[in-house]
């Protein structure tokens, strides 16, 4: 008879986290916390982006507490083991990715191993192992922060991939932490139809998929989750969104668009949709959030070039940033960018085949945000609940 393991993937960018460290910070791990209890899993994979936020250079030890609170909870006291890995080692800036991966077994759970990269093997995972810091020395992680000439025109950031390879009751899985460029400007993501942050979005995934199957090891089902920082197709949603209005630019001198409106033809020209760098403010909000944003999603087309390499749960959640960080606003999409499904949790085509699907798959796999109603920063954190096969050799 074949047997499961109930584990619990999340990914969380918490970099307003730290900037707000002080409002936001219970309240967060709470709503966590609720869905630990509520899926009961054995094996949980957190994945952190943007650790200790912009700030990072003061914030850092804002961040190093939140995981301390987080693995000393009383709520994860029957997890005894945990592998823990953050990239906080901000001077070397060659390779700082602010990645944070957090792993907790529970003791109900027996032979879990982890793989070490270096000795190309894999070892029982037992007791506490957490590093924090520099992790170039740690050979049980790999950590890759993506190339300059990967976007070469924008500003280099804390973007890139960080992964550990598991068997958990035989079955062998890579979970991948990943972070990829945003939108820097609203307006140049109006320009075309992919924009050029998706193009380096693509480059940067096709490079990460590449390095997961390449002759280095060998090839295991891999979990990718993290911020991919997917943008709806702008320009083609703008256009829908201005269809029966007329659209008016403002230029500078050197004839560089400023500001875009979308003003009704009638009933006063009020101005349906107005457009900066870093202002998307659209009249009808609620767009976004009815029917949990369903309507956007044929806008949602970065993954469409991977169908051959990564599925994906059906997203039925509305988009999960950027989101008010207002304490009293926790449903509630700033004007600074298009709402988008930029956290995800997308998987090999034979990660998907190892996702036990039963009759009722509704109940058993649940692919959902954390904190729903509640601030949670400028992204809400994304899970995935389901049961992991057991291999039977």
């Not at 270096?118 to 506490?128: E, I, M, R, T």
């Not at 959030?289 to 959640?317: M, P, Q, S, V």
Request: aromatic share 14%; proline share 3%; net charge negative.
């Amino acid at each position: 008879m074949d047997t499961s393991t109930d584990v619990l993937l999340v990914t969380a960018n918490v970099g307003s986290l730290f900037d707000n460290v002080g409002e936001i910070q219970n309240g967060w791990l709470q709503e966590l916390f609720k869905a630990i209890h509520k899926y009961k899993p054995q094996f949980i994979a957190l994945h952190f982006q943007e650790v200790g936020g912009k700030d990072y250079m003061v914030n850092m030890g804002n961040a190093e507490n939140f995981f301390w609170l987080l693995e000393s909870s009383e709520e994860l006291k029957d997890y005894d083991r945990t592998c823990i890995y953050v990239d906080t080692q901000f001077q070397a800036e060659d390779s700082f990715t602010a990645l944070g991966n957090m792993y907790f077994i529970h003791k109900t759970l027996k032979n879990v191993y982890q793989y070490d990269f270096n000795v190309k093997d894999f070892k029982a995972v037992l007791g506490q192992n957490k590093y924090v810091g520099c992790l170039d020395t740690v050979t049980t992680v790999e950590k890759e922060k993506f190339p300059k000439n990967f976007w070469p025109n924008f500003k280099w950031s804390r973007k890139g991939f960080m992964r550990t390879r598991w068997i958990i009751h035989n079955q062998g899985l890579d979970l991948v932490n990943i972070h990829l460029f945003h939108d820097a400007s609203n307006l140049i993501a109006c320009n075309a139809s992919p924009s050029i942050y998706s193009a380096n979005r693509k480059n940067a995934l096709r490079y990460v998929i590449n390095r997961l199957s390449d002759d280095r090891y060998t090839s295991l089902p891999f979990f990718l989750f993290g911020d991919f920082n997917f943008r709806l197709d702008t320009l083609s949603l703008v256009q829908h969104l201005c269809t029966e209005a007329e659209v008016q630019t403002v230029k500078d001198g050197s004839n560089e668009v400023q500001k875009i409106f979308c003003e009704e033809k009638d009933n006063d020209h009020q101005v349906l949709l107005h457009i900066e760098e870093k202002l998307f403010q659209y009249l009808h909000q609620a767009l976004f959030r009815e029917d949990n944003g369903r309507a956007l999603l044929i806008y949602d087309k970065e993954t469409t070039a991977f169908h051959d390499d990564i599925k994906e749960e059906d997203i039925t959640f509305p988009p999960s940033y950027p989101y008010s960080e207002d304490y009293s606003k926790p449903t509630q999409y700033m004007n600074t960018r298009c709402p988008a499904w930029c956290d995800r949790i997308l998987m090999s085509h034979s990660a998907h085949d190892v996702i036990h699907r039963g009759e009722d798959d509704e109940k058993t796999i649940v692919y959902n945000t954390v904190g729903t109603n509640v601030c949670m920063g400028d992204h809400k954190p994304v899970f995935l609940s389901f049961p992991l096969k057991t291999n039977s050799h």
